[in-house]
């Protein structure tokens, strides 16, 4: 694809426009305003997903955080609750390894929450320009019957299984294995799970075994929460009764009602999330049926090692990928930067595909 490029010539000044010249003269530029003119902007600056930076491009997450902040703000409410109010009576009738044990959990439960809602889950970059032109030659080149446009899947073969590999129109790219394009970050995700909007982030191939982990961990401070609450309230009713108990102690009675409610969730997610991990599975695979026998009864999971064991170290104990994503570099002043509405794409496909992909993530989240 041709760019133009345009060249502005000064031209002298006619007969009789010297005053108009000197009208148009700017004044120079003060060192502040060099300066801010000079400053090199960083890629994460004009990033084309739906997605928030934070400490200078360091941390990512997704622009919905509504519902991150409700649970990060019931996980520090109850605990600070039992820590306050609970932790005091128990450690002096029970034993002081109560609120050690409810410590540690409350740290690496918060500590697994932040890693899933500010790592990147595995974003790919975009097609450049002029990857996106070429693509499309490709695709033209291959050919198409009648008016119908050529196709745009490709086939692969995966440990004796064929892969369909669907284009995106919105990256400009084939996607990957595994890959799909989240409708509300507005980016393909590598080993895409699904779209949490309680951790406020997609869940992918780089914050997958951080998403599981807080799962996991939240069962166990939720139900030792839960148990605890309850080994109060029992010892304290033996003297004053149990209404009298529920009176003097409210903040214990508030955590036993937001634990009843929650365990059970916490406890079918991370059941769940434990059955694809052992499958090696993902979220957005199991709801669409992908190696279901209801689609062949030869078809099985290419990702699969065959042994629970080998996909849970291949999941959640293999080396972390880097991000494909410079967020932090600087960008070229020079690069021109086209919108992707320039190639030849057919509109209706293009508004067919958004659609397949906004239903498929809108399941994938409900669902989830």
């Known amino acids: 694809m041709n760019v133009c490029e345009y060249r502005q010539i000064a031209l002298g000044p006619g007969p009789g426009s010297g005053s108009s010249a000197t009208s148009q003269a700017q004044p120079p530029a003060s060192g502040k305003q060099q300066q801010q003119q000079q400053r090199r ?34 996980i520090v409410g109850t605990s600070g609750l039992f820590f306050g109010f609970d932790c005091p009576y128990l450690t002096e009738n029970l034993t002081v390894a109560i609120p050690i044990i409810a410590g540690l959990l409350f740290v690496f439960v918060l500590s697994t929450l932040l ?9 790919l970059p975009r097609s450049t320009p002029d990857e996106a032109a070429n693509l499309e030659k490709q695709i033209d080149n291959s050919g198409g019957s009648g008016y119908r446009p050529p196709p745009r899947t490709k086939e692969v073969l995966i440990n004796g299984q064929t892969v ?14 595994r890959t799909s394009h989240c409708s509300l970050c507005d980016n393909c995700v590598e080993r895409f799970d699904h779209h949490c909007p ?37 010892l304290r009713s033996q003297t004053v009764g149990l209404l009298n108990t529920l009176q003097e102690t409210p903040a214990s009675a508030l955590e036993l009602v937001v634990c009843f409610f ?14 694809l991990v052992a499958s090696n599975l993902t979220t957005n695979e199991d709801i669409k049926g992908s190696w279901s026998s209801k689609h062949s009864d030869e078809s099985t999971n290419p990702y699969s090692y065959n042994s629970i064991f080998t996909n849970c170290c291949a999941v959640l104990c293999g080396p972390m990928p880097p991000s494909l994503i410079d967020r932090r570099g600087f960008l070229d002043p020079d690069t021109i930067q086209q919108s ?18 906004t239903c498929e993530d809108f399941a994938v989240t409900c669902t989830a």
């Open 340 to 357: 992707g509405g320039q190639h030849n794409i057919t509109q209706e496909a293009k508004m067919e595909a958004n659609l397949e992909d």
């Open 164 to 177: 369909k590999l669907k284009y995106c129109f919105s990256c400009k790219m084939f996607r990957p294995p």
């Open 198 to 234: 309680w951790v406020g982030n997609c869940v992918g191939k780089r914050n997958y075994r951080f998403f599981y982990m807080f799962l996991l961990s939240l069962s166990f401070l939720t139900a030792f929460i839960f148990a605890c609450v309850i080994t109060h309230l029992a």
């Open 115 to 123: 890693h899933t809602s500010f790592t990147d889950p595995g974003i």
């Open 41 to 74: 902007r960083r890629k994460w600056e004009s990033f084309a997903g739906k997605n928030r930076f934070f400490c200078d491009g360091r941390l990512i997450s997704g622009r919905q955080s509504g519902a991150f902040y409700l649970t990060l703000g019931l």
């Open 262 to 275: 929650s365990v059970w969730s916490i406890l079918g997610l991370s059941g769940f999330h434990t059955y």
